[in-house]
């Protein structure tokens, strides 16, 4: 199999990359050059599709597929599938559960009205980028695009730092704030398994769209933040605290307690998304303990959490430690 990478080097995109060399298939990846490396083997070609004739590198190829995790302009979508649609016969564009129209019922699935965009945008916000690079998709390779609509993505290579900054936070010890309730569902899908059945669906040129993302219940916050626990060796005590009290004092679900988001809150349909689309197609996703630990174990490895490839920074995530001490009633860290 002949994959076509468009990017390569973030986190996504170096893990569907990974993915494809350990199967032994012939990798190409398309980028500027400037960001990160490529397993030995993958041929590199350069190129920024943002630059007038940015994508003549990919004139006269053949690729059995293509897979692109562009989250900017939707343009740029556009113009790379003209440019490749009559080198490979298959267009996957990894997308996000960021491009339904809220507000979103629980349970919706692929079925949910999405955020208008326009596929020849020349930016927008994140949902619309993504949106707009699925209809981009869709207009050029139609039934042949497939649109793979991830969720919250843990796993080692995390470039947003989310379930890094847990374990961050773990390692440090001592008494941890932790939202409750214990047995709280969360949603989320391991960057190992994303790539794996991407690249399982892009091979059988499977097309429209998917929430690729774990069942709500997978694991629950209670057993992620144990798995932080076990796997860092720390003498973290969890605090778990009502999450009445944790709102109540301004603290932010998701960014200021990553991953997670209670009970009626409304981020909450992040975590509740419906997937027997996915998993009737053959997602299956590892249990938590073990994205936990190879997270620790990459994160120990390379020191911080890696710049994203290509974009700008996102805001940083995690709470500050004077509030936590606050909110748990003990003095200032020193």
């Known amino acids: 199999m002949r994959l076509l990478m468009l990017g390569g080097t973030g986190f996504v995109g170096g893990a569907t990359v990974a993915e494809a060399v350990r199967r032994g ?5 398309f980028n500027r050059g400037v960001h990160g490396t490529a397993p030995e083997g993958v041929h590199r070609l350069r190129g920024d599709r943002t630059a007038p004739d940015g994508l003549a590198a990919l004139a006269g190829g053949e690729w059995d597929l293509v897979v692109d995790t562009w989250d900017g302009a939707p343009r740029a979508v556009r113009d790379a599938a003209r440019a490749l649609v009559g080198s490979v016969p298959h267009y996957v564009y990894v997308s996000s559960g960021s491009v339904y129209a809220q507000p979103v019922p629980a349970g919706f699935g692929e079925e949910a009205p999405v955020v208008d965009a326009a596929s020849d945008a020349d930016d927008g916000d994140y949902p619309q ?18 649109l793979v609509r991830a969720g919250l993505i843990l796993g080692p290579g995390e470039d947003i730092g989310r379930l890094p900054w847990w374990l961050g936070r773990v390692a440090r010890g001592g008494d941890v704030l932790a939202p409750g309730p214990q047995d709280l569902p969360i949603q989320y899908v391991d960057v190992r398994d994303l790539a794996a059945w991407t690249l399982d669906r892009g091979a059988e040129r499977v097309g429209g769209a998917f929430n690729v993302i774990s069942r709500s219940g997978h694991a629950t916050m209670g057993e992620l933040l144990a798995a932080a626990v076990a796997a860092t060796g720390s003498d973290a005590r969890l605090r778990w605290t009502d999450p009445e009290q944790i709102l109540a004092a301004g603290v932010v679900p998701w960014n200021d307690l990553p991953i ?6 409304e981020y909450r349909w992040l975590q509740e998304r419906g997937v027997e689309k996915a998993y009737a197609s053959g997602l299956t996703c590892r249990p938590v303990a073990e994205t936990v630990a190879d997270t620790w174990r990459w994160l120990r490895q390379v020191g911080s959490v890696p710049a ?27």
């Open 25 to 29: 298939w012939s990798v190409t990846v």
């Open 260 to 265: 997670w988001v209670p009970l009626g809150h």
């Open 129 to 146: 980028n993504k949106a707009g690079g699925e209809r981009a998709a869709v207009e050029v390779f139609g039934d042949a695009a497939l």
């Open 308 to 334: 994203r490839a290509g974009r700008p920074a996102r805001a940083a995530v995690g709470l500050d430690p004077e509030r936590e001490a606050a909110l748990l009633g003990s003095p200032r860290p020193a």
